[in-house]
C-alpha cells in the first residue's frame, strides 16, 4: 500500500476476515465494515466466513499439508477483490504477495493460475515481485512506474523487514507466524468434526480454534474452556444446545452438543467435574445447566474419571 502510495495512487485497502483469521476471541462482527489503519489508509472489513465455510469443506484444488485450501483461498479472495475493485471505481488490485515465498499459491504457475481463476489477468500487480513477472496493464499504460517496484523472490523476509523501516511501519506479524489451518491441532479437529457431522456450519468451525474438545459419540461432543476468558468467549459463540458450568469452584464452561441421550450427558458431567478446582475425592460440584431455554441446578458426586478425559479428548 505504501509502494502504491508513493506511485501518486489513490489507495483502498481490503481486509478479509472469517472466522479462523480474526485476532483470537474476537468474531467477525466485532469489526466495522470500514475504518482507518495506523498508517491512515482507509480499509474496508468484509466478512466471507460463508463463502470460506464452502470451500473448506469442498477445495477444488484441495488441501496442503494439513486443512488449508490455500489455493482456492486466494482464489476467493481475489474474486472478491475484483467485486471491490469494480464498485468503487478502482482501476486495478495489488497484492503484498512474494514469489516463491509461500510453496503452494506462489509459484509461477499458482501465480497465473489464481489471476486466471479470479479474473483478473492483467490487473493483478505484485509490487514486490512485479520486477520478476510480466508487466501487467497498469504498468503497460504507465499508470505505475515499473522502476518504482521491486524484484523480491524466495522466503527470507530481510527485504520486505528493510523496507518496513524505510517507510516506518513498526507494528507487523511475525514472519514465522502461520495460518491456524496450517496446525496439526487444529487439522484433527477439523477431521473429527467432518467425519461425525452431516452439516457443518461457522459456529462449528469458530468453535475449533478454543477450548478442550471431546468426542463422547458420533453425534455428540463436549467443549470445555481452559481458563476465564476462554469461558467468556464460549458463552458468547453460543455453540451447541446445551450448556453447564460450576456454581461452588472455580472450571470450566462446557458447551454440549448433545441428542438427549442421558449417558452422554452423565459423562460431559464427569469430565467437566475433572477440570473443576476441587480439594477432596469424591468431588461434589453443582452445575447450573441450560437446556431448551430453561435453567436447572444439579450436583454431581463421584470421582472424576482421569482416563475417561484421555480417551474422550480430540488430541
Not at 87 to 96: H, I, K, P, T
Not at 129 to 148: C, F, H, M, Y
Request: with cysteine; hydrophobic share 35%.
Amino acid at each position: 500500500m505504501k509502494i502504491m502510495e508513493r506511485a501518486g495512487l489513490d489507495v483502498l485497502g481490503v481486509h478479509f476476515i472469517t472466522w479462523f483469521n480474526t485476532p483470537k476471541y474476537r468474531l467477525p462482527e466485532d469489526f466495522a465494515d470500514e475504518q482507518y489503519n495506523s498508517l491512515g489508509f482507509r480499509i474496508r472489513n468484509i466478512d466471507l466466513s460463508e463463502a470460506y465455510t464452502a470451500i473448506l469443506l469442498h477445495p477444488r484444488y484441495g488441501y496442503g499439508r494439513e486443512v488449508n485450501p490455500c489455493m482456492d483461498c486466494k482464489i476467493l479472495f481475489f474474486q472478491k477483490a475484483k467485486e471491490l475493485m469494480e464498485r468503487s471505481g478502482a482501476d486495478f488490485v495489488a497484492s503484498g504477495e512474494v514469489l516463491g515465498q509461500r510453496p503452494m499459491t506462489q509459484r509461477p504457475d499458482a501465480l497465473r493460475l489464481i489471476e486466471k481463476r479470479s479474473e483478473l489477468s492483467g490487473y493483478l500487480l505484485r509490487p514486490l515481485s512485479a520486477k520478476l513477472l510480466a508487466p501487467t496493464i497498469p504498468e503497460q499504460l504507465g499508470w505505475v512506474d515499473r522502476n518504482s517496484l521491486f524484484g523480491i523472490s524466495g522466503r527470507s523476509r530481510i527485504r520486505q523487514m528493510e523496507l518496513a523501516r524505510e517507510f516506518g511501519i513498526e507494528q507487523y506479524p511475525s514472519p514465522a507466524g502461520g495460518c491456524i489451518l496450517t496446525e496439526k491441532q487444529f487439522g484433527k479437529r477439523f477431521r473429527d468434526l467432518i467425519g461425525c457431522s452431516g452439516e457443518v456450519d461457522t459456529a462449528d468451525l469458530t468453535i475449533l480454534r478454543y477450548g478442550r474438545h471431546f468426542r463422547l459419540s458420533p453425534d455428540c461432543k463436549l467443549v470445555l474452556g481452559r481458563d476465564q476468558r476462554e469461558n467468556e468467549f464460549l458463552r458468547r459463540v453460543g455453540w451447541g444446545n446445551l450448556q453447564l458450568e460450576p456454581l461452588n469452584t472455580p472450571g470450566p464452561l462446557g458447551l454440549l452438543s448433545w441428542t438427549g441421550k442421558k449417558s452422554h450427558f452423565k459423562m460431559a458431567l464427569a469430565i467437566a467435574a475433572r477440570y473443576c478446582d476441587h480439594s477432596s475425592i469424591p468431588v461434589s460440584i453443582r452445575f447450573r445447566i441450560g437446556y431448551a431455554g430453561r435453567l436447572r441446578d444439579l450436583t454431581y458426586q463421584g470421582t472424576p474419571d482421569k482416563s475417561l478425559c484421555e480417551e474422550k479428548l480430540v488430541k
